[in-house]
């Protein structure tokens, strides 16, 4: 498919300042997510293989936030953000019928269980796999060096907005995740293709590193500065 193309078929949101948002989780991560989306207007749908959970998840967060099936939410959505582990994200996408035309947010860090490292690198990244597995959706890499309690700190850390780092092949879909990303607090920084996620989740790796593993605590982010 030609970059053409591809941007012909990608739903112009960019420019929305209601983009209708379904989150695929009901972790703390979901949950900051959809109160910073909610809070800068967008509608934002829960959702969860179990069900329960997403509702109370919704309840929880509030502010209009409300709950859906996999399938429901992703087909009303004009992006999903798939906010469950890496290892996770396979069923859910079978589970949601695959996200056709959706621009997708993966938001996921293949770390390995006990938190050692990445699973996966060097030649491939998880967004690249999730791109296998959901091939006519428009996976962008946004967010993965995010912790949730940046999220609940207003997406702060050290009182200014944290950056969100963006990759995805299809370049309106990346406007579009920056977009969605600005109008809730965020700073941005498109970095490319999907393939450059292969470096935002070895960044993300080393914040998990310094917060958890080095007891720097988990209210910090990377950022990126030019030279004044």
């Known amino acids: 498919m030609t970059n053409e ?11 929305r300042t209601n983009m209708s948002i379904s989150i695929i989780g009901a972790g703390n991560m979901a949950k900051g997510l959809a109160t910073r989306f909610a809070n800068a207007g967008h509608p934002v749908t829960l ?6 959970k997403a509702d109370a998840a919704a309840r929880e967060v509030g502010n209009g936030v409300s709950s859906a ?9 004009d992006i999903v953000v798939l906010a469950v582990p890496f290892d996770a994200a396979g069923n859910v996408i079978e589970a949601a019928g695959g996200f056709a035309g959706k621009i997708v947010i993966d938001i996921t860090n293949p770390m390995k269980a006990d938190f050692s490292g990445l699973s996966i690198g060097h030649t491939t ?3 690249e796999e999730i791109q296998k597995r959901a091939p006519q959706a428009k996976v962008v ?21 944290a950056t969100v780092f963006i990759a995805g092949d299809d370049e309106a879909a990346r406007a579009a995740v920056a977009e969605l990303a600005r109008s809730a607090g965020f700073e941005t920084l498109e ?38």
């Open 141 to 161: 890499k946004a967010f993965n060096t995010i912790f949730a309690q940046v999220l609940q700190n207003n997406g702060q850390a050290a009182g200014r907005p």
């Open 69 to 77: 099936s996999l399938a429901s939410a992703a087909q009303s959505a």
């Open 47 to 52: 959702a969860s293989r179990d069900e329960a």
């Open 191 to 228: 970095t490319g293709p999907l393939a450059t996620a292969r470096y935002l989740e070895p960044a993300a790796a080393l914040n998990i590193t310094l917060g958890y593993g080095l007891g720097h605590g988990t209210d910090i982010a990377p950022t990126w500065q030019r030279a004044a």
């Open 125 to 127: 990244s998880a967004a």
């Open 5 to 15: 193309l591809a941007l012909s078929r990608t739903p112009d949101v960019r420019r």
